[in-house]
């Protein structure tokens, strides 16, 4: 069945660090493929989404790409903020508008540190 | 953009009360909505999807009677746990997709039960 194996944490950076969550899944057919984010005390946002191949999502400084030959979808983002400090999870979905639903990973929290 | 209401943020009730979460799409038309369960560092956990005008389709594990999910119109769907017990206790977060609209999450309902 459909699947999202995503990078274990803790992650600690220091402001300004460089930032990488992997995230591979395994699906049938052509997902869409999501990253949401969850700041202390709040409820999911969506930061970033892909529907096909090798489209980019970006957002606030956050990129991450859908590389169908490797089955991934890696968040990065070039220098990390304290108020980046956050619970991350990667998700994927079946064709968009028909009510598939969500697979997410297990979250990624991330401590950004002045 | 798409918003999805959710309500209370956070609640506190007594063992064996119940306690009900509503989810309002608020500018469009939620012929689905998906709640989901998120337990302490684990991801999200789907528990029921529902239809508006049909019964909810419940996942494996789920008990239909002690999580009631009732979706009667087009922009509110309502998830009441019956007989809370302290193991009931999560954070629970509904999503809503409708025509022309992807999936919209609701900010999320911590309920603790004491």
């Known amino acids: 069945g459909d699947s999202v194996t995503q990078m274990e944490g803790p992650v600690t950076l220091s402001e300004e660090a460089f930032l990488t969550i992997n995230c591979t899944y395994t699906?049938?057919?052509?997902?869409?493929l999501f990253w949401y984010v969850q700041y202390p005390g709040e409820g999911l946002q969506l930061l970033l989404k892909?529907?096909?191949?090798?489209d980019k999502g970006s957002n606030k400084g956050f990129e991450a790409t859908y590389r169908k030959e490797t089955t991934s979808f890696h968040l990065e983002k070039g220098s990390v903020q304290v108020s980046d400090s956050a619970v991350y999870f990667c998700?994927?979905?079946?064709?968009?508008?028909?009510?598939?639903?969500?697979?997410f990973g297990t979250g990624t929290s991330l401590t950004v540190i002045p | 953009g798409a918003v999805v209401s959710q309500h209370p943020s956070r609640v506190i009730c007594k063992s064996g009360t119940s306690v009900k979460i509503e989810c309002r799409s608020l500018?469009?038309?939620?012929?689905?909505m998906f709640w989901y369960r998120q337990f302490p560092k684990q991801s999200l956990m789907l528990m029921a999807t529902?239809?508006?005008?049909?019964?909810?389709?419940?996942e494996q594990g789920v008990e239909k009677d002690k999580f009631l999910i009732n979706h009667a119109s087009l922009t509110l769907s309502t998830l009441t746990v019956t007989s809370a017990h302290p193991e009931d206790s999560s954070f629970y977060i509904c999503?809503?997709?409708?025509?022309?609209?992807?999936?919209?999450f609701g900010s999320g309902t911590r309920l603790t039960v004491v």
């Open positions: 699906a049938t057919g052509y997902p869409s």
């Open positions: 500018d469009f038309q939620a012929t689905t």
């Open positions: 529902s239809n508006e005008g049909s019964k909810a389709t419940y």
């Open positions: 999503s809503a997709s409708g025509l022309g609209h992807g999936y919209t």
């Open positions: 892909a529907t096909k191949a090798d």
């Open positions: 998700a994927l979905s079946g064709e968009w508008n028909t009510g598939n639903q969500f697979y």
